[in-house]
């Protein structure tokens, strides 16, 4: 069943206003935790709340501890967004 495993990445990656398109449009593939379709569920679960989430809030996950955030979380990130997003935390 790709297509469902596919809809179900599409899903998790609806909306989040800025963020949420620059997550959408990352190349995730040079990055340890791969590319959204072969996310884990429960990575795919977290992104989907983070995203649909008005409080600012963000994920760090897989071995190089890479991030993921919102829009709130963007703005208290200045000058480190958008360079920040799916970096390892120690670089951000």
């Known amino acids: 069943m790709p297509n469902a495993s596919l809809h179900n990445t599409l899903q998790c990656l609806a909306g989040g206003g800025e963020t949420g398109e620059l997550i959408r ?6 990055t340890s935790i791969g590319t959204p379709e072969s996310w884990s ?11 649909d ?12 501890r890479v991030v993921l955030y919102n829009d709130k979380h963007a703005e208290m990130m200045h000058d480190r967004h958008p360079a920040g997003l799916g970096q390892p935390f120690h670089k951000v």
Do not use: C, H, P, Y
Not at 41 to 51: D, E, S, W
């Open 53 to 64: 989430s008005r409080q600012a809030m963000f994920i760090v996950w897989g071995s190089e």
């Open 25 to 30: 449009t990352f190349d995730w593939s040079n």
């Open 41 to 51: 569920q429960t990575l795919k679960t977290l992104v989907g709340i983070v995203l």
